[in-house]
């Protein structure tokens, strides 16, 4: 089952703050995050995973809740760079390696 | 290091036709996944492929088909061509952790146009 992302879009202005929110109907044990430009491939953000560990190569935040089946992702000081879609993807814990994404969130950060 | 890389970039088939999609992975990766991405949607899930075996596949039918070479690399059959079928195929490659996923690095994609 594909997790669902919200909002659907997002416009910001350089130094604005936006959050993403990503939750599923499963009980989840990772999730994953995922940036894609216009016309590129996706490229990992961060994981998180049950029982706190996270795991990213950005200065983006994200938090996960395990109860709720929900996770968030934070842009604090939106960059230009920071646009493009960005995707949750969700594993349960019978299901390992296979990565759902949802159907995206679309960023734009104007000047 | 090269990254992930598929061929061909682009392609266009007609109806009923037979397609093969072609992935190598990362220098050290292990596993690749198959994911498809219709326009303006995420990627689905396919299958993933590790120790050339199919390990996971996700909600599509049989004529998609897949294989894993000795050396990691994989190849994505899609047969009997259907209209709906025309999407990006990205291949995705990572190494096998023992409980997650872990990062996938992916392709630039195929983008494939049925006809």
């Known amino acids: 089952q594909q997790p669902v992302q919200s909002p659907q879009a997002v416009i910001l202005r350089e130094g604005e703050d936006a959050v993403i929110n990503c939750s599923s109907s499963?009980?989840?044990?990772?999730v994953h995050w995922y940036r894609q430009k216009h016309g590129e491939a996706p490229v990992f953000l961060m994981i998180?995973?049950?029982?706190?560990e996270q795991k990213g190569h950005e200065k983006i935040s994200a938090s996960f809740n395990e109860k709720k089946q929900q996770s968030s992702l934070y842009l604090t000081a939106s960059q230009l760079s920071y646009s493009g879609t960005y995707f949750c993807?969700?594993?349960?814990?019978?299901?390992?390696?296979?990565?759902?994404f949802g159907a995206g969130t679309q960023v734009v950060v104007t000047p | 290091d090269a990254g992930v890389t598929q061929s061909p970039t682009h392609l266009i088939k007609t109806r009923g036709q037979q397609v093969t999609l072609r992935c190598s992975p990362k220098?050290?990766?292990?596993?690749v996944s198959w994911y498809q991405q219709a326009l303006g949607q995420g990627p689905q899930f396919i299958f993933q492929?590790?120790?050339?075996?199919?390990?996971q596949r996700g909600n599509f039918p049989d004529r998609f088909s897949g294989h894993q070479f000795p050396n990691y690399s994989s190849e994505l059959n899609v047969n009997a061509l259907l209209l709906g079928d025309s999407a990006l195929y990205l291949c995705?490659?990572?190494?096998?952790?023992?409980?997650?996923?872990?990062?996938?690095?992916f392709g630039e994609g195929s983008r494939l146009t049925v006809l």
């Open positions: 995705a490659s990572s190494y096998r952790l023992a409980d997650n996923t872990g990062e996938l690095f």
């Open positions: 499963k009980a989840l044990y990772s």
């Open positions: 998180l995973l049950k029982g706190g």
């Open positions: 993807g969700t594993e349960t814990p019978d299901s390992w390696g296979k990565l759902q």
């Open positions: 220098s050290g990766h292990d596993t």
């Open positions: 492929y590790y120790e050339e075996e199919e390990r």
